[in-house]
């Protein structure tokens, strides 16, 4: 059934009408109409500096006048392989103004990946991080015909010229604009909404990564219909570390162009809570791992110290849970919980809100499923995280919850973003259409054609809608598994949901397929489950030695207990084991942002998933 927007909610059409012709044209104009505002902050060594939007503009022009002079055409692909920072949001507004398409290598590919990506989108340029990333393409030249100089971000030139320096590019755009001062202008001028802007290849959790097609409108519609229902303005502040290589990163981008906020770019995933004290942030993305992390080391921080301090902090949890619920519902405060709430705020919710920066209004979770219970614990604490949904093939934000008490509804992603249609198959699969949808796969009209219906995208995922419009995603179809006993297991469910309950896990991997009961595997967060080690006669022991103890066994099995008794009966955990080491990206389990490569997890732990079938397992 096609579903139509939800009677309550508001935004403003005139601004998705009025959208611009394409990337370039939007930074354009963001610089023309607040010069001297600011628009990046960052660390320079260890210094926290800023730069206006005049600023930026001036050397994003000399970089995109580099480009041009390097013979990059409109639409030719320029390639960055890198790690969040200032110089990937450089790299890719000049090539967005140099009429050129972004192609997205995440800097943690192997080699054959890297090249791979460049050889299918035939890069004429690339931006490499450091010498690694040039060494990774320097071993594949000869395959990579099509790919003329190579840009370091932090590193020397060669001596054939075929690696250039930021620097270098920088200087040789400058002279062209010297003589030619509306180079890059005219180029912008040239692009219209349906000229390719980026190729985002798939995480490619399954064969080779595929390139989806996302033209410039994909990508202005996107920051367009964010900034229409009025999350935010140029007051705000975004933290920005995901992978800007990821589609959301590239939303998120769009957004800061469109609406023209301050955007503090940091990649460094180990900093995020104390660069959030830095930059104070409004708002952030981040995928559900951040949040669960920070959920299960602050609760279990709050749940330290003498009785009387736990019976404050279990009090005023509660209090703020009964606030959040009704701010959930749309229902006003009564005055007895809003007295009672202002106290809670004060002795301990007010002082968790600190650790984030003193100054966040809400938070965006996407990529994977956030389970519910962890939204509503930041909500009682008084920080809102609002859930969304998008894929790389629907340029990110599809569907979202909004920031207006009744408006969000956790365990949900929301309502579809305006102009955005979705409708649900016979089958279950969310089907998607929109001015977002990528135009197809790169070189790949048969499998672009698989995917497409009469405008309609399939995605892969299962979901439902309920009555207010709010849209639910279960799983992806692929993962959904059948038992022996006929029954359907959705995993992602069940691995969100024992997050949310186990401050200690890391991931919780659901198998079971054909099989006559469920089973998991465990990793645990290791300066978590150190820490609790510490407090057990465990101290001192590593990782693989205190996870293998009878005493974490039992302390797990108390928390899958817990979850059971949320489950139906053919979803329950009969059996888990414990890895001696968690999951990482650098190992190929995980994506770089940060979700489950199931398949391949699977498939290298099947020896211990086949263990508990056996009768004699324990």
Known sequence: M???????????????????????????????ATPSGDAFTFFEGDQVVTRTWAQTKSLVYRLAAGLIDLGVQVEDRVAVAAATSISWVWADLAIMCSGGATTTVYPTSIADDVSYILADSASVVLFADDAEQVEKVRR?????????????????????GWVITLADLEERGRRRLEADPDLVDHRIDELHPECLATLIYTSGTTGRPKGARLVHDCIVYEGAAVDSFGLLDDQDVQFLWLPLSHVMGKLLMALALQVGFVTAVDGRVDKIVDNMAVFRPTFMGAAPRIFEKAYGRISLMLSEGPPIRQRLVRWALSVGRQAAWHREQGRELPASLQRELAIADRLVLSKVRERFGGRVRFMVSGSAPLDPEVARWFASVGLLIIEGYGLTETSSASAVNRTIEGSYSFGTVGWPVPGTQFRVAEDG??????????RGYHGDPELTEQVMTDGWFHTGDIGTIDSRGFVRITDRKKDVFKTSGGKYVAPASIEAAFKGVCPYASQFVVAGNGRNYITALVTLDEQAILGWAAEHGLEGQDYATVVSSPLVREMVQGYVDELNAGLNRWETIKRFTILDRDLSIEDGELTPSLKLKRRLVTARFQDRIDALYEPSTG
């Open 2 to 32: 096609p579903l139509n927007a939800a009677a309550d909610e508001q935004f403003d059409q005139s601004i998705i009408d009025n959208r611009v012709a394409s990337v370039g044209h939007l930074f354009r104009d963001r610089c023309a």
């Open 429 to 438: 699969e969310i089907l998607m259409k929109g001015p977002g949808v990528m």
């Open 140 to 160: 594949h030249r000869d395959k990579l015909p099509d790919l003329r100089t190579v840009v370091v971000l932090d590193g020397e030139a060669s001596d054939d």
